[in-house]
């Protein structure tokens, strides 16, 4: 009576049912899309324990659905191909000087794109907001002089216009991955992204989000890995190395490292740096800042440009010894 | 050497510093108001092993600002009074039936005012995503046919005009708690804001979301405690029962408790609701659905109306047993 | 093929497989008690994308297998009964005067059993590692003295012959819940045992701990809920107030909560313990102290006998109101 | 008055105060060592909002206290040298046709010793728990066939003179890493020891644990990291990659990573091996089986001893790409 109530209910949803008898319990197999349903709903019936998911949630971003790897280009950056990506740069645009010295630093070491925040999410209203358009303009000026593309973050879907006159890559914060109204605006351009794993998101959670940008038609998405939050206060966050080999093996997108806001503290930024691309990430995105004691934020986790040169050179020599470069 | 660097640094920065020595290592205490300065910055200069933080960095929210309790009144709905306040109803709103019928079972089972979703924030694309001003709409004619105050969710800056036709209370969701803009916006506003805590936000970090609010204007600031997430999957989330008494000893915001979200499974709402409110909690918000099982969202944790009127009474016993009502 | 090979594996375990095709996957339910089996290894097979537990993995602590509460009966209080246990005292015996001043005062403030380390699990190896053998003597004094029956923590297999000479109910420390020797030697006397969940456990893994004492034919196991580990730092842990509601509806086992670690603060004890009451504990365990500021260890957390005395008597006021006392 | 008790309690505790008055707080700092002191205590004084440790709570592991580097050797296998050292071989000893079978591959992949446990902490009563002195029989016969050193797990104290009888290397499990009693009698053999970090302990008290040995007397000590337990459930547990670099610069003690057991997963575990020793591990700990699918525990996550020669190879690669070996 229960198991009919059951059946009947995911054969309303348009689903069919198969069972299988225990002893104890009764397994009701359940055949069909059932992403836009509510599985939890079916838990509320009587006589039903919990049930299971089975099929992965996302579609789009998933290798099930295009078994070849999305390269995302960005100003000529190839993203997912065998050579690892570096981004780097101040975590804030401060003014012009620190950027523009920031930009020249990073290019010689061998970046191949630049960062850096015009319009910075604080967790204190009283702490430095960022620039704005004139943080972008430097940017631009920066890119002038490097020729490096710009990587820089968007905080909400207003920004769009303004922002992509700038910016090569736009980045969603881990703080907004789940900023549903910013995903689906972005996904409506043709920008790439670059989207942060929230600090206390599932992978799965944050292949969702990228789903949100594809289902809009926008195919230019890179992950990146960026730490997560963990019981472990040592560290400012504890970088999911497992993330790395996993969201590989789930999705066409590429994936990035970001081991300054994963670590927190400069002196351990490179050895996570080498690590994540011995696990295999496509790129890296690194805070370098001149003279980091002055930094206006994350001054903490920014290697000075010499150490980034040498990270730049281990980086590859990882990378060729594991068949990239 | 070391030291008198870092003493200068301090000075630099408009503080004041004092030594005191020890054998292994010094201790300097920085005297002065360092909130808008990047404490971490300190920790890369030579010598410093780390830093602390004394002074919490919210301001406005903190009982040192206002020694007295601030109520958030909304129709006549006074939270932070004596009275435990209640507010319920279903998670979406799905037609124009099923929120009539909830809002008129939720009135007469005793709750204060209504909730309901009309835009909903969805980890998946292909989950229902709200009615949007139709659902506002079936809102406002709840309230007129029961007198109820509406709460509801804003997800953009943009839905501000349209939303505040509608709604008494609007909700932060817990995926926006650190949406910097939004937490602008409706601190520009003078309604009266439910703020929910992120499932990944520190108490302090909660904090400094509603700082943001108040620090644009806006006092009528009401906490919500909605469960975190932590290894333990049995349940949806953890209800931190602990943040209700830390919280009230360190803002002067009422603070209530959606235990809903909390456990995630119908069947232990009202323990963990009664918890909240033993615990000290100004009020509860709590998910109704006359039918659960058909519902869009949230199903397997939303009561019947005839178990939310037992919750009513049991809440309202022990409010009174710890000298609220 | 990939599903016969599956199949075949699932038979020569002893276990049946049912079939239920989907377009995209195919569900094999497996009928019968796979509790020895290592689920995990099924995961390995190819074209199998992940195994899924139905059957919970405990038997005899679940409510499947005694529809019944068990009473844990400790020299005449029964844990489990309508009326709710107090357990109280400090957190270590330091010395005579303090341990029978203790006793008087939770006795008088109508504690029914006294709590006292003689052995303590320090982190460091500097700390203070209690009494021994000299403790467990002063505990016996006390219980003569008061007629309180008496409560201590056993660290190892060793100490059973010690303990139970002196000590009516045996602590087994959240540090020691996976420590399957002293579990099984526990498991093995019929002394009423104090389980405490490890701040690292599911609730699955707590009762699969118990069920290791109950395998063994001790059947006189209470719960403790004492707070887990999670991101937020505000607290010394975060007590799970599910765990409450949720432990009750799958074991027929006692459950109380200790509030005195779950906050690790004095002045959220009383509020986070009449949480646990009220969600449904069967009692509290708490830590007192006549001068807490002079205590070895714990002294931050632990109530002044006043305080208390006010606790207990909140306490029974709420378990009145809902229906217990 | 309120300031004039602390530094009184500080002064009785024979530390020593100095004063730094702000305006809105005042910081007492406190000179001394004050490791067997319970810094809490200080809390529950009046007008103590909190207390703040400056220098680390361990000692003997430090490298304020031994500036070079441990080396532990094991049978002529040094952890701690420039080569990276690899550990290998299946979760259990099952009998002796499969110990042997993996022992001998393992050999010819390269690796440096052999693991397999006799004794298994299960979390279930009903799980293999291992064939105990048969299993280490089974081990030493390997060792003489192979050459290789033999790690095993003690899981009591009193197994010690039977597990020294065959093994080589000890290791302490994560679910005992604060099983006090076991540390402390493995640290007065003068056994090399592998201790591995709790799946939910802080890197402070995994080198809090590992100074209960070195207090003991034995200083052969290699510390592990095997993933710690986060919200993330897609890998069974959270490979702290962080910890590497941030245990080399604490700690002069040996450390190495645990990827089986870190991502839970085999097709996982080479690129979180390799990420490990990019990181700057002393080496690697992994599960290898020669039939993983018949495996009676950890299956899922061992590798075929052809994937393993593969990963030994990589391994190696990347030492030498950082200038190891």
Chains 1, 2, 3, 4 share one sequence.
Not at 54 to 73: A, C, E, G, H, N
Not at 160 to 168: E, G, K, M, N, V
Not at 220 to 237: A, M
């Amino acid at each position: 009576m229960q198991i009919d109530n059951v059946v009947k209910r995911i054969e309303k949803d348009g689903l069919a049912a198969h069972l299988s008898d225990g002893s104890e319990r009764t397994v009701i197999g359940v055949i069909g899309d059932d992403r836009p349903i509510d599985r939890r709903a079916y838990e509320i019936m009587d006589g039903v324990e919990k049930s299971v998911q089975v099929l992965q949630p996302f579609k789009l971003v998933s290798r099930d659905f295009q078994d070849y790897d999305t390269i995302v280009t960005v100003k000529g950056v190839g993203f997912g191909e065998t050579g690892v990506k570096i981004i780097a740069g101040p975590c804030s645009v401060e003014d012009r000087g620190q950027l523009l010295e920031s930009a020249h630093a990073v290019k010689e070491a061998g970046a191949q794109a630049l960062r850096g925040g015009a319009f910075k999410p604080r967790s204190s209203p009283y702490s430095f907001q960022g620039l704005g358009e004139k943080g972008l303009k430097i940017l631009a000026e920066a890119r002038e002089q490097t020729g490096l593309p710009i990587v820089t973050e968007i905080m909400t879907p207003e920004q769009l216009p303004l922002i992509t006159q700038y910016a090569d890559m736009l980045q969603i914060g881990a703080r907004n991955m789940q900023n549903y109204d910013l995903l689906k605006t972005v996904g409506r351009s043709n920008h790439p992204i670059l989207l942060k794993r929230g600090m206390m998101a599932t992978l799965e959670e944050l292949l969702m989000s990228a789903e949100y940008i594809l289902a809009e038609g926008n195919r230019n998405v890179v992950l990146c890995e960026r730490g997560i939050r963990t019981f472990e206060t040592y560290t400012r966050n504890t970088t999911d190395i497992n993330a790395i080999p996993v969201l590989k093996s789930l999705t066409h997108l590429p994936v990035i490292i970001d081991p300054s806001h994963g670590v927190g503290k400069w002196n351990f930024v490179t050895p996570v740096a080498l690590a994540g691309i011995a696990a295999g990430a496509d790129g890296i995105i690194v805070e370098v800042h001149p003279k980091p004691e002055d930094a206006l934020s994350d001054g903490g986790q920014s290697l000075l440009p010499e150490r980034f040169a040498d990270l730049v050179q281990k980086s590859r020599a990882i990378a060729t010894t594991i068949g990239r470069k």
